[in-house]
């Protein structure tokens, strides 16, 4: 906590130098830092500043005998004459902050009134997808695995589909993300092993497989579930493949070794 403490000073103490002389800087969050300034240039003056604190935080910094790179994603609004009530000026600066996380970090975006559509429609598909799995109205196909030399199928792959009453099928693309950063996923994912579990004991000579999240698989209390699953629907643990994608294997080496040797014991 210290050493953040810190970093957190040494943050606002490099943003106090890049401001215009007759801005305004807070911190509003653990975090989080606003800036508000006049200007005469509309949208040039903030990005031009956007940019150079993209720079700074770019750079390493220095913190006791430790070297921190942080990086940042700015959010940017404007109220032209001030016509825009403070509050809701600032709602958009974060809005536009969280596309611009979304968009990959280390940038900056601009307040658009179509943020505020693509927000609705996303909360309204979070609150179905919610409702989705806490119904079980969600459908698993299972796609053929075959053994290359022999051609002979000797497993599938589960996986979820949704059919959205009053909108049609949608893109486990579009749901899986939205379920993984509004916590659903722990909860979908228990939902997809114990269906598919369940379905494979129709099929005693096939094994089954399932993908996993990086944000199940980071969960501690994951195993425990899956134990829970293969309990709950008393199928052989040697026929239940669990995937991950290699990329959080990668980045956390350590963790997945632990996680794996959980789930092998």
């Not at 653990?30 to 604190?53: C, M, R, W, Y």
């Not at 942080?70 to 974060?94: H, N």
């Not at 999240?213 to 026929?239: H, M």
Request: net charge negative; glycine share 6%; with cysteine.
């Amino acid at each position: 906590h210290g050493t953040g403490d810190q970093l957190i000073r040494a943050v606002a103490a490099g943003l106090d130098v890049l401001i215009p002389e007759d801005a305004v800087l807070a911190r509003i969050g653990g975090d989080e830092f606003a800036i508000a300034f006049l200007s005469d240039a509309e949208n040039a003056a903030a990005l031009q500043l956007a940019e150079q604190i993209l720079d700074f935080l770019a750079e390493p910094l220095e913190v006791g005998r430790r070297i921190v790179v942080v990086g940042a994603s700015i959010g940017i609004a404007m109220s032209s004459l001030g016509s825009i009530a403070r509050e809701e000026l600032v709602r958009r600066a974060d809005l536009a902050m969280y596309k611009a996380k979304e968009a990959g970090r280390a940038r900056m975006t601009l307040y658009d009134p179509a943020m505020d559509t693509d927000r609705a429609q996303r909360n309204a598909l979070e609150l179905d997808l919610r409702m989705a799995i806490e119904s079980g109205d969600l459908t698993l196909a299972y796609q053929p695995l075959v053994d290359a030399a022999t051609h002979e199928m000797n497993g599938v792959e589960a996986l979820v589909r949704w059919n959205r009453p009053g909108h049609g099928p949608v893109s486990p693309e579009v749901f899986i993300p939205i379920a993984e950063t509004s916590g659903l996923i722990e909860s979908l994912g228990l939902f997809v092993l114990r269906k598919a579990c369940e379905t494979a004991k129709q099929w005693p000579e096939l094994k089954i497989s399932v993908n996993v999240s990086p944000g199940q698989f980071r969960n501690p209390a994951f195993t425990d579930y899956v134990r829970y699953v293969l309990k709950q629907t008393d199928i052989e643990a040697s026929r239940v493949t669990l995937e991950i994608t290699e990329g959080y294997m990668i980045q956390n080496p350590q963790r997945t070794r632990q996680s794996i040797e959980r789930l092998k014991s």
